[in-house]
Protein backbone atom coordinates (compact mmCIF):
# COMPACT_ATOMS: atom_id res chain seq x y z
CA UNK A 1 0.00 0.00 0.00
CA UNK A 2 1.69 3.64 -1.19
CA UNK A 3 2.05 6.31 1.47
CA UNK A 4 -0.91 8.49 -0.14
CA UNK A 5 -3.75 5.33 0.16
CA UNK A 6 -2.52 5.39 3.68
CA UNK A 7 -2.43 9.23 4.10
CA UNK A 8 -6.48 9.00 2.52
CA UNK A 9 -7.04 6.74 4.53
CA UNK A 10 -5.65 8.35 7.74
CA UNK A 11 -7.56 11.22 6.91
CA UNK A 12 -10.98 9.08 6.49
CA UNK A 13 -10.65 7.33 10.26
CA UNK A 14 -10.24 11.08 11.11
CA UNK A 15 -13.54 12.22 10.13
CA UNK A 16 -14.76 8.86 11.55
CA UNK A 17 -12.97 9.58 14.96
CA UNK A 18 -14.10 13.19 14.95
CA UNK A 19 -18.30 11.90 14.11
CA UNK A 20 -17.92 9.10 16.45
CA UNK A 21 -16.15 11.73 19.31
CA UNK A 22 -18.90 14.15 18.89
CA UNK A 23 -21.58 11.57 18.90
CA UNK A 24 -20.50 10.21 22.00
CA UNK A 25 -20.09 13.45 23.50
CA UNK A 26 -23.59 14.51 22.70
CA UNK A 27 -24.96 11.12 24.01
CA UNK A 28 -22.60 11.53 27.41
CA UNK A 29 -24.03 14.78 27.79
CA UNK A 30 -27.18 13.37 28.95
CA UNK A 31 -26.06 11.82 31.73
CA UNK A 32 -22.70 13.45 32.47
CA UNK A 33 -20.88 16.96 33.20
CA UNK A 34 -19.51 18.53 29.89
CA UNK A 35 -16.09 18.08 31.28
CA UNK A 36 -16.53 14.14 32.37
CA UNK A 37 -18.60 13.70 28.93
CA UNK A 38 -15.55 15.26 26.72
CA UNK A 39 -13.44 13.23 28.50
CA UNK A 40 -14.81 9.76 28.27
CA UNK A 41 -15.93 10.38 24.33
CA UNK A 42 -12.13 11.29 23.92
CA UNK A 43 -10.76 8.25 25.33
CA UNK A 44 -13.57 6.11 23.72
CA UNK A 45 -12.78 7.75 20.31
CA UNK A 46 -9.47 7.81 20.95
CA UNK A 47 -9.36 3.53 21.19
CA UNK A 48 -11.63 3.47 18.41
CA UNK A 49 -9.44 5.26 16.35
CA UNK A 50 -6.34 2.87 17.04
CA UNK A 51 -7.86 0.08 15.65
CA UNK A 52 -9.03 1.86 12.73
CA UNK A 53 -5.93 3.02 12.26
CA UNK A 54 -4.26 0.01 12.99
CA UNK A 55 -6.91 -2.40 10.60
CA UNK A 56 -7.94 0.16 7.72
CA UNK A 57 -5.13 2.73 7.79
CA UNK A 58 -1.66 0.85 8.17
CA UNK A 59 -3.27 -2.84 8.03
CA UNK A 60 -1.03 -3.59 11.02
CA UNK A 61 -1.50 -5.84 14.09
CA UNK A 62 -2.16 -3.82 16.82
CA UNK A 63 -0.26 -4.26 19.87
CA UNK A 64 -0.09 -3.23 23.82
CA UNK A 65 2.92 -1.22 22.40
CA UNK A 66 1.38 0.57 20.11
CA UNK A 67 -2.02 0.93 21.78
CA UNK A 68 0.14 2.46 24.71
CA UNK A 69 2.07 4.90 22.50
CA UNK A 70 -1.27 5.90 19.99
CA UNK A 71 -1.85 8.53 22.13
CA UNK A 72 1.39 10.61 21.28
CA UNK A 73 -0.34 11.26 18.24
CA UNK A 74 -3.36 13.06 20.26
CA UNK A 75 -0.16 14.78 22.00
CA UNK A 76 1.30 15.61 18.76
CA UNK A 77 -1.99 17.32 17.00
CA UNK A 78 -2.28 19.24 19.90
CA UNK A 79 1.18 20.47 20.50
CA UNK A 80 0.89 21.50 16.37
CA UNK A 81 -2.71 22.99 16.59
CA UNK A 82 -2.28 25.06 19.92
CA UNK A 83 1.32 26.55 18.46
CA UNK A 84 -0.37 27.15 15.19
CA UNK A 85 -3.29 29.02 16.53
CA UNK A 86 -0.94 31.16 18.82
CA UNK A 87 1.15 31.86 15.70
CA UNK A 88 -1.53 32.67 13.52
CA UNK A 89 -3.32 34.98 16.07
CA UNK A 90 -0.98 36.43 18.23
CA UNK A 91 2.01 36.89 15.63
CA UNK A 92 0.16 37.02 12.38
CA UNK A 93 -2.90 38.65 13.25
CA UNK A 94 -4.93 35.95 11.59
CA UNK A 95 -8.64 36.07 13.18
CA UNK A 96 -9.45 33.91 15.85
CA UNK A 97 -12.50 32.18 14.73
CA UNK A 98 -10.79 30.27 11.25
CA UNK A 99 -7.17 29.92 13.23
CA UNK A 100 -7.65 26.64 14.59
CA UNK A 101 -9.23 25.45 11.31
CA UNK A 102 -6.09 26.14 9.33
CA UNK A 103 -3.62 25.09 12.50
CA UNK A 104 -5.78 21.66 12.42
CA UNK A 105 -4.84 21.46 8.69
CA UNK A 106 -1.33 22.41 9.54
CA UNK A 107 -1.18 19.24 12.33
CA UNK A 108 -2.63 16.58 9.86
CA UNK A 109 0.70 15.78 8.19
CA UNK A 110 2.93 15.84 11.15
CA UNK A 111 0.48 13.59 12.94
CA UNK A 112 0.04 10.91 10.49
CA UNK A 113 4.28 11.04 9.82
CA UNK A 114 3.67 10.21 14.12
CA UNK A 115 0.77 7.86 13.86
CA UNK A 116 2.90 5.89 10.90
CA UNK A 117 6.08 5.67 12.58
CA UNK A 118 4.16 4.14 16.32
CA UNK A 119 1.76 1.89 13.93
CA UNK A 120 4.20 0.64 11.66
CA UNK A 121 7.56 0.50 13.98
CA UNK A 122 8.84 -3.08 14.05
CA UNK A 123 8.07 -4.94 17.36
CA UNK A 124 10.78 -5.48 19.40
CA UNK A 125 12.72 -8.98 19.67
CA UNK A 126 11.84 -10.52 22.20
CA UNK A 127 14.74 -13.20 23.52
CA UNK A 128 13.86 -16.60 25.16
CA UNK A 129 15.32 -16.94 28.41
CA UNK A 130 17.70 -19.81 27.95
CA UNK A 131 17.22 -21.71 31.19
CA UNK A 132 20.18 -22.32 33.78
CA UNK A 133 22.30 -24.57 33.60
CA UNK A 134 21.96 -26.92 36.30
CA UNK A 135 25.09 -27.27 39.25
CA UNK A 136 26.96 -29.90 39.05
CA UNK A 137 26.12 -32.50 41.63
CA UNK A 138 29.03 -33.71 43.55
CA UNK A 139 28.52 -36.79 44.21
CA UNK A 140 29.06 -38.02 47.97
CA UNK A 141 31.46 -40.70 49.30
Known amino acids: MTVQVQMVRFALVGVVNTGTYYGLYLALLTWLPYVAAHVVAFALSM??????????TY????TWRKFLLFPLTNAANFVVTTSGVYLLV???????????????GAAIPITFVV???IM?????????????PEPERVPQA
Open 47 to 56: VGSFFLTSYF
Open 59 to 62: RTRP
Open 90 to 104: DVLHFGSRYAPLIAA
Open 115 to 117: SRT
Open 120 to 132: LRPEPVRREREPK
